[in-house]
């Protein structure tokens, strides 16, 4: 089951060969997904030679291989991870009854919808990140990106492997569309906002993959839960790979303040001008990304109060993070859940019905797992002797989903009006300038072990190569 079969035209460990109607089905999809990384995948980068890994099997040890692949040529195919044909229900009202192993047709519309949602952000992240291979701070940097970006492109695979072969021609549909949907497009959107804002600079890319592929990590713990066997497997695997984006996004912040840090040394000053001018990005600025970012991904988690969340949960559909840790009685009925709402112009807390107040709870352990790494970064500044911390900004800043979507926060949580938001704005959110000074930064860097002058190198290659690797081959 674990050994991936690369002979065929799509690699897979589902035995494809053996359901020919869903074999042709999605090879008649493939040349669309191909066509659409061609329209849509990294800008110029067809004819490189990348340094990439490729999944050959789906155990813990080994499930990798590097080597230089022209990254059209990457083996996109379907890896779930192995099944338990004795695993059971262990939450919601189903509790204690076999998974199952094909959708309930009570519940294909909105399992449907759980994994079209899934499925779109994944093509969505490689459209916004598609120009940013033209101007990589170093080889290194390049290569990330692409493995992301060919990680995502797999992920979409893993969802369109289960709209195929489980929800017939409704999920053939649904997997045109995914490839038809586009970032940021007025009249044809991708279906979740965070998943519409431009990825810019490599500032942004960083934040990206550490605040919003976590979202990513959050959604597919607990889609890891669901009762729906062949979901729970599929995402399970893709989790192994979510773990490079967020030490790509981690590691990439970290060593932009590494480099701003030693500037500030350098020049004994933090004015943000000189520092600037000095050609590094201020702390300040970094805030202000961080900002930008926590806050859209944050929004992903959706409304605070949601009769789909609790839907979804008591059905079996999809469980809380880490559900078979926790030692509650998997059904939550009868139990309350804190959450924040805005009330004459303050924020209060208030008792909600836990099953409704799912969306918050998963939102609170995606939280409480992003300020771990953002205290890795404080200790990079603490190091350097710099007084200065970031920090994450409160719940309620900047949200537009939500209870506190119709309010005014700042970064600290007090609630401020229209004018003061207005007048703080570009205190808190990167201003036009911060974006276009991190711009005007932005240059490719191609020659093996050379790094852009904002940026400090990484601490070790990539599968132990050395950082002077050549990662890229531009041919
Ligand atoms: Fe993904
Ligand atoms: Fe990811």
Same mark, same amino acid.
């Given at each position: 089951?674990?050994?991936?079969d690369?002979?065929?035209?799509?690699p897979?460990?589902?035995?494809?060969a053996e359901?020919?109607a869903l074999q042709r089905a999605l090879e008649q999809?493939?040349?669309?997904y191909?066509q659409?990384?061609?329209d849509m995948?990294?800008?110029?980068a067809?004819?490189?030679?990348?340094?990439?890994?490729?999944?050959?099997s789906?155990d813990?040890?080994?499930?990798?291989?590097?080597?230089h692949?022209?990254?059209?040529?990457?083996r996109?195919?379907?890896?779930l991870n192995p099944?338990?044909?004795?695993r059971r229900?262990?939450?919601?009202?189903h509790?204690?009854e076999?998974?199952?192993?094909?959708?309930?047709g009570?519940y @294909?519309?909105?399992?449907r919808r759980?994994?079209?949602?899934?499925?779109?952000t994944?093509?969505?992240?490689?459209?916004?990140q598609r120009h940013?291979?033209?101007?990589?701070?170093?080889?290194y940097?390049?290569?990330n990106?692409f493995?992301?970006n060919?990680?995502?492109?797999r992920h979409l695979?893993a969802?369109?492997?289960l709209?195929?072969?489980?929800f017939g021609?409704?999920?053939r549909?649904?997997g045109?569309?995914?490839?038809?949907?586009?970032s940021?497009?007025?009249?044809?959107?991708?279906i979740?906002?965070?998943?519409n804002?431009?990825?810019?600079?490599w500032l942004?890319f960083f934040?990206f993959?550490y605040f919003?592929?976590?979202d990513g990590?959050f959604?597919l713990m607990?889609?890891?839960?669901s009762?729906?066997?062949?979901?729970? @497997?599929?995402?399970?695997?893709?989790l192994t790979?979510?773990?490079h984006?967020?030490?790509?996004?981690?590691s990439g912040?970290?060593?932009?303040?590494? @480099?701003?840090?030693?500037?500030m040394?350098?020049?004994?000053?933090?004015?943000?001008?000189?520092?600037?001018?000095?050609?590094v990005?201020?702390l300040p600025t970094?805030?202000?990304y961080?900002?930008?970012?926590f806050?859209?991904?944050?929004?992903l988690?959706g409304?605070?109060e949601?009769?789909?969340a609790?839907?979804?949960?008591s059905?079996?559909?999809k469980?809380?993070?880490?559900?078979?840790?926790?030692t509650?009685?998997?059904?939550l009925?009868g139990?309350?859940?804190?959450?924040l709402?805005?009330a004459?112009?303050r924020l209060?807390?208030?008792d909600?019905?836990?099953?409704n107040a799912?969306?918050?709870v998963?939102?609170?352990d995606y939280?409480?797992?992003?300020?771990?790494g953002v205290e890795r970064w404080?200790k990079?500044?603490?190091?350097a002797?710099i007084?200065?911390?970031l920090?994450v900004?409160?719940?309620?800043f900047?949200?537009?989903?939500?209870g506190l979507a119709g309010?005014?926060?700042s970064?600290?949580?007090q609630v401020?009006?229209?004018a003061e938001?207005?007048?703080? @704005?570009?205190?808190w959110?990167p201003s036009?300038a911060?974006?276009a000074f991190v711009a005007s930064l932005?240059?490719?860097?191609?020659?093996p072990g050379?790094f852009?002058?904002?940026?400090?190198p990484?601490?070790i290659?990539?599968n132990r190569?050395p950082?002077?690797?050549?990662?890229v081959?531009f041919?």
């Amino acid at each position: 089951m674990s050994a991936i079969d690369y002979s065929e035209k799509i690699p897979n460990n589902v035995n494809l060969a053996e359901d020919r109607a869903l074999q042709r089905a999605l090879e008649q999809w493939q040349p669309n997904y191909l066509q659409w990384w061609q329209d849509m995948g990294p800008d110029g980068a067809h004819g490189f030679d990348v340094y990439l890994r490729t999944a050959v099997s789906v155990d813990p040890q080994g499930w990798a291989h590097f080597g230089h692949v022209k990254m059209p040529d990457y083996r996109w195919g379907i890896f779930l991870n192995p099944g338990d044909p004795e695993r059971r229900i262990h939450f919601g009202d189903h509790k204690g009854e076999a998974a199952w192993h094909d959708v309930p047709g009570e519940y @294909r519309a909105n399992l449907r919808r759980i994994i079209v949602t899934q499925g779109d952000t994944e093509p969505a992240s490689v459209e916004q990140q598609r120009h940013l291979g033209l101007t990589a701070p170093s080889q290194y940097d390049l290569r990330n990106l692409f493995q992301v970006n060919v990680e995502e492109g797999r992920h979409l695979w893993a969802m369109v492997y289960l709209l195929h072969k489980y929800f017939g021609r409704d999920g053939r549909e649904e997997g045109e569309a995914l490839l038809e949907r586009r970032s940021g497009q007025e009249d044809n959107p991708r279906i979740l906002q965070a998943f519409n804002e431009k990825t810019p600079d490599w500032l942004a890319f960083f934040m990206f993959t550490y605040f919003t592929d976590r979202d990513g990590k959050f959604q597919l713990m607990a889609l890891a839960e669901s009762s729906f066997d062949p979901l729970a @497997r599929t995402t399970k695997f893709m989790l192994t790979e979510e773990a490079h984006h967020m030490f790509v996004g981690e590691s990439g912040v970290s060593r932009v303040i590494q @480099r701003t840090c030693q500037v500030m040394n350098e020049l004994k000053t933090d004015d943000p001008a000189r520092l600037r001018a000095a050609g590094v990005i201020d702390l300040p600025t970094v805030q202000r990304y961080l900002n930008f970012h926590f806050s859209v991904t944050v929004d992903l988690f959706g409304a605070d109060e949601s009769s789909n969340a609790a839907t979804f949960y008591s059905t079996g559909l999809k469980g809380r993070f880490e559900e078979g840790k926790r030692t509650d009685d998997h059904q939550l009925r009868g139990q309350t859940y804190r959450v924040l709402q805005a009330a004459g112009g303050r924020l209060v807390e208030k008792d909600v019905p836990m099953l409704n107040a799912l969306n918050e709870v998963l939102r609170d352990d995606y939280i409480r797992d992003s300020v771990a790494g953002v205290e890795r970064w404080n200790k990079v500044i603490e190091k350097a002797g710099i007084a200065f911390r970031l920090e994450v900004p409160h719940k309620a800043f900047h949200r537009n989903i939500g209870g506190l979507a119709g309010v005014k926060v700042s970064p600290a949580g007090q609630v401020v009006s229209q004018a003061e938001w207005q007048a703080h @704005r570009d205190e808190w959110l990167p201003s036009e300038a911060d974006r276009a000074f991190v711009a005007s930064l932005m240059g490719r860097v191609v020659e093996p072990g050379r790094f852009a002058h904002w940026i400090a190198p990484p601490a070790i290659g990539i599968n132990r190569q050395p950082i002077d690797f050549e990662y890229v081959r531009f041919n």
